[in-house]
């Protein structure tokens, strides 16, 4: 560690002033940071649902929810509390456990995936080394809970539409992961924490965006794909077919779906930001800034601001990306199942291979730019 | 024992249960679709016994090569052929199951066999690397086992043309079921007809 704040060092260090051994204070401090991170990944889904609402209805030139509290802020609450009290109802001729297991298959892995998502030098569940691959091995398991859904539904709509969404999510999983190596490629190492230090030589200008404008763009299209968000949600497509494989789901089953698609893409945004947008750097140094207004970088007054200021610009960062996704399932129209697929395999795919190619080039032509 | 050893006694019995009884029920069990699924249970447990052995890596690409491919195709085919077929029986069930017992009692004997002979203790508790596997990982790939990785590479696109040609029959001038010549104009159409003319 160089400099930031290390809170577990320093619980550890409270909790043994009581007399506890360190294991005892280890097992004290496991669960915190998870149920930090499980609470702060279901208030992101309130808040995601709230602003989804309130700009549809700004882009449909409606006022949105307005009553429950102020500009309707506890909406998404009374929605959730709507799903939580409904009746549990599983099909006569339904498969009960594969029914029940399908929506926990597909909710897991997307919060488990959450332990890697850094907001600070130290602010993670835990710095694991391989890092960004353990998301891409996790994400890998959803297609599984979708199909088991989808067959287990006993209706042949959901079946399909199972299938769909599993073959959606397949296809676009190749190209997600051949940008995100094109990252690894440049920062030589797996590990989201090194992958935000290694941009945060120069601020903005260090940004990886700039240096992988092509992964970026293939990155957010093949998330956006990922998390079943128009222009790419056929597997749902409200409007148009049968529900999917979420068509006889009812209640809290359906919840989870419905949690498991927000939270994907508010951790879709946040991998966004920390992959190309400088994760919690703020745009200009805060070094700099310190040096320049003659503060102690190390001082802990200056550690803990600096710390919130990283909070605040990952979420800030996620959630302008989580707006433009917004935006974007309100004003673009849907795409049909083979151009999508071909866009994924067409289209995607090769461009992710070349960039990945180019990356490589560059790499051994300017270490310096692009990580030695 | 402290508590870190409790904690890996734990997960590791657990695991090992899983794998077993996931193993069993995939033989056993009546449903193609559960067995599929069970199978996936399997892959995932014993990628938890690779992150008990400190091969996070390993584990990593255990869930996505086996999960997140092998076993999602595996579930894509039985759901796309959901034919319900009765299966002819077998005449001489008595002795393939005696051939098929034996070749099965004789890989468990050279499995026993490797676990006594071989040395399974390390030189130095600090051999293990953990983090560093990757990196090592990726230095044994592109040196002493380049030929055998280009080789399963070669293999794969093998079982893709071969998957492709049997896929698109059009490729074809003959039918390879029925030996017709095929129809070029329509890609889609089945190799039999749907509705056959009766009168």
């Known amino acids: 560690m160089e400099y930031g704040l290390d809170l577990e060092y320093s ?96 909710l897991v892995p997307v919060i488990l995936s959450w332990l890697i998502v850094p907001f600070g030098q130290n602010l993670l569940i835990s710095n694991v080394g391989i890092g960004i691959f353990l998301w891409i091995a996790l994400s890998s398991i959803q297609p599984i809970g979708l199909l088991m859904s989808g067959y287990a539904s006993n209706n042949k709509y959901s079946l399909l539409g199972g299938l769909r969404a599993a073959a959606q999510s397949i296809s676009y999983e190749i190209p997600l992961a051949l940008s995100v190596l094109a990252i690894v490629l440049m920062t030589n190492s797996l ?182 | 024992m402290s508590i870190a050893i409790t904690t890996q006694f734990i997960c590791f019995t657990v695991l090992s249960l899983v794998v077993i009884i996931g193993a069993l029920g995939v033989v056993l069990l009546e449903s193609i679709v559960y067995s599929a699924f069970l199978l996936g ?33 595996i579930i894509f085919a039985i759901m796309l052929v959901n034919k319900k077929e009765d299966l002819k029986p077998i005449n001489d069930i008595k002795s393939r199951r005696v051939i098929s017992t034996s070749i099965c009692l004789t890989l468990l004997s050279l499995l026993i066999r490797v676990d006594l002979t071989n040395v399974w203790s390390l030189s130095s508790p600090q051999n293990s690397i953990g983090e560093e596997s990757t990196i090592r990982i990726g230095e044994h790939l592109f040196s002493d086992y380049l030929l055998p990785f280009e080789v399963a590479s070669v293999l794969l696109l093998m079982a893709m043309i071969g998957a492709i040609v049997l896929a698109r029959r059009d490729v074809m001038s003959k039918d390879i079921s029925t030996g017709l010549p095929v129809d070029q104009e329509l890609i889609e159409k089945s190799s039999e007809p749907l509705l056959t003319n009766k009168n």
């Not at chain 1, 549809?56 to 998404?76: D, F, K, N, T």
């Not at chain 2, 892959?43 to 076993?71: D, E, I, R």
């Open chain 1, 191 to 372: 590990s989201t924490v090194d992958i935000v230090n290694q941009q945060s030589g120069a601020g903005i200008l260090s940004w990886n965006i700039w240096r992988q404008p092509v992964g970026f763009i293939v990155f957010w299209i093949c998330a956006l794909a990922e998390c079943e968000r128009l222009p790419f949600d056929l597997p749902e497509a409200e409007e148009e077919l049968v529900a999917g494989y979420q068509t006889e789901y009812a209640g809290m089953k359906f919840a989870l779906f419905y949690l498991g698609s927000y939270i994907n893409l508010i951790l879709s945004a946040l991998l966004v930001s920390i992959l190309y947008l400088g994760g919690w750097g703020f745009p200009i140094p805060v070094e700099l800034i310190a040096k320049f207004l003659n503060l102690p970088i190390n001082a802990p007054s200056i550690q803990v601001f600096t710390a919130s200021i990283g909070i605040v610009m990952t979420v800030l960062k996620a959630y302008l990306l989580v707006f433009i996704a917004i935006l974007l399932r309100w004003t673009t129209p849907r795409v049909r199942i083979d151009q999508l697929l071909d866009l994924g395999w067409k289209f995607l795919l090769p461009i992710s291979l070349a960039n990945l190619l180019i990356t490589a080039g560059l790499k051994l032509a300017f270490p310096q730019f692009f990580g030695g």
């Open chain 2, 41 to 73: 249970g399997v892959f995932m447990s014993v990628a938890g016994l690779y992150l008990l052995l400190n091969a996070s890596f390993v584990a990593a690409a255990q869930v996505l090569v086996y999960v997140g491919a092998v076993n999602v195709l």
């Open chain 1, 11 to 106: 619980f550890n260090e409270f909790l043994k002033g009581f007399g506890l051994s360190s294991e005892i204070a280890h097992i004290i401090w496991l669960p915190l940071p998870m149920l930090l991170v499980l609470v702060a990944a279901v208030v992101g889904v309130l808040v995601t649902v709230w602003l989804e609402r309130k700009i549809s209805a700004a882009a449909q030139q409606r006022i949105g929810p307005e009553y429950a509290g102020a500009l309707g802020v506890l909406q998404p609450i009374a929605d959730g509390l709507k799903l939580l009290v409904k009746e549990d109802i599983i099909p006569a001729k339904a498969d009960g456990i594969l029914f029940t297991a399908g929506p926990i298959l597909v």
